[in-house]
């Protein structure tokens, strides 16, 4: 199996835990590299349904070992119950689970400071999923968070370094934002207990990965959100708060790039975005309301309703050109079956002026006017469909034109949320 990188190519949820399942059947390893539980992959098999937000997609496949990366953000609360929830469905975990130690834990008090800082941005608030993201990398970025391995630290050692980070924490609760402070010594006596359950998984993950460095062990990286997300490269400062693309990977796990392998992004074959912060192809009113119903677009992390909008292949090339992505895989045709016609956004206006470059600023995005294409629809279900050759002409149509312009080989299509439903084409899809 050759090593692949799995990338949102939009503003997440594209279907990244999909494609992630179904290609991890035969890897080594899956690893997560950055992000924490903002993210929720979806993944259904048959009639189980799974929403990870921690643990990687490659889990439900015996025998993968998975690793959370050094890139990620970890609740330890949350990760504990997600790891015993599929442990009660009959999944083992606990033996193929590693836990990079560098690592940053996330604590309580970071989900209250997201709280808070939201409802003090107000109108100009991000939309966050409230998992404390933004406040964890911040600890991390300013050199004073927690890491998994100090789980590993003497009880006692780790109650006193937590109490520590915890008063620190309290004070800016109280001092700047007027909030009650949260229990110091009742929290870490509880990370003490958790650290029993998650020390037996927290690795040197340069030790664990010696194989996937030599080439004798192949790794599926699991990217979370997406490249519009991107904290250096997306809406700033309507973004998350770390690399969603291709640099993440790499400091994500500690892998060069030679580690790498296919870098593949995965688009949806329309567009969503949750959260506030501009996207230029959104559909607002009915047409928008149609694609949100057909393709069942409720947040998997917070159930919020996602905007939803048509393809945007300015933002598109940007994503393919930003992660130097080697093939892309389309997801969710399927919900596009029963529309009569279908738009692509192929440049902006900005300002009186058409462009086909993304323009970075944040101050610009807003502005930006789509000039759209019209493509006819193929109004036939392409749920059952496994070959190129069993798509309608006018998907084919579709797909190739998206190939084209994206300047990028399409080397998949999914017609449905089953792990079964996929078309592979590692040629392309234009003939
Ligand atoms: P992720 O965050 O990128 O893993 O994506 P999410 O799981 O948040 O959202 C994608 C949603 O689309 C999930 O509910 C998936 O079950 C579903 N899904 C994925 N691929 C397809 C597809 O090809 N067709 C349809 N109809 N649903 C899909
Ligand atoms: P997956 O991996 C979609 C969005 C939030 C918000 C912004 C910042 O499932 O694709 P954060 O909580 O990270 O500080 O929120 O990013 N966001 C996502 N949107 N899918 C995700 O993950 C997301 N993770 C964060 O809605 O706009
Ligand atoms: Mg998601």
């Known amino acids: 199996m050759e090593n692949r990188v799995i990338i949102g190519g939009q503003w997440g949820d594209e279907g990244k835990g999909k494609i992630v399942d179904a290609l991890s059947r035969d890897v080594d390893w899956v690893l997560r590299y950055q992000g924490g539980a903002n993210a929720g992959h979806t993944i259904h098999i048959g009639k189980e349904k799974h929403v990870l937000h921690l643990v990687p997609s490659g889990i439900l496949h015996e025998g993968v070992r998975c690793l959370l990366g050094g890139g990620m953000v970890i609740d330890p609360w949350s990760l504990r119950d997600e790891i015993l929830a599929l442990e009660q469905k009959g999944h083992e975990v606990r033996g193929r689970m590693h836990i990079s130690a560098t690592a940053a834990l996330l604590m309580p008090y970071h989900m209250r400071l997201d709280e808070l800082r939201e409802s003090r941005l107000k109108r100009k608030s991000i939309g966050t999923t409230g998992r404390g993201i933004g406040p964890a990398y911040l600890d991390k970025i300013q050199r004073t968070g927690l890491r998994m391995g100090d789980l590993l630290l003497p009880a006692e050692n780790l109650e006193r370094k937590a109490i520590e980070k915890i008063l620190s924490a309290n004070e800016v609760l109280s001092e700047f934002y007027d909030a009650e402070p949260v229990p110091a010594r009742v929290l870490a006596e509880e990370l003490v207990v958790l650290s029993q359950f998650m020390s037996p998984m927290v690795v040197n993950p340069y030790a664990v990965l010696r194989g996937v460095r030599e080439g004798t062990e192949s790794a599926l990286f699991e990217g979370a959100q997406g490249t519009m997300l991107d904290i250096d490269h997306g809406t700033y400062p309507y973004v998350t708060s770390s690399n969603s693309t291709i640099g993440g990977a790499m400091t994500g796990t500690g892998l060069g790039p030679r580690s790498l392998g296919e870098i593949n992004g995965i688009f949806k074959a329309y567009c969503t975005r949750v959260g506030n912060g501009p996207f230029p192809s959104e559909l607002l009113g009915e047409q928008g309301d149609a694609l949100r119903e057909a393709g069942g677009e409720y947040g998997a992390t917070t159930g ?60 610009a995005v807003p502005r930006c006017r789509p000039v759209y294409s019209e493509f006819a629809g193929w109004n036939k279900p392409t749920t059952e469909c496994r070959k190129l050759v069993d798509l309608p002409a006018a998907a084919r149509k579709y797909l190739e034109f998206l190939e084209k312009e994206l300047d990028t080989l399409i080397v998949g299509v999914s017609v449905g949320r089953d792990r079964e439903q996929m078309i592979w084409t590692e040629t392309g899809v234009t003939t």
């Open 304 to 363: 919020r309703a996602r905007r939803c909008g048509w393809f945007d292949l300015v933002a598109g090339r940007y994503a393919v050109d930003v992660n130097g992505m080697t093939g892309v895989i389309i997801t969710k045709l399927d919900v596009l079956d029963n529309l009569p016609t279908i738009q692509v956004a192929t440049a902006y206006e900005l300002d009186g002026q058409q462009t086909t470059t993304y323009p970075v600023l944040s101050e």
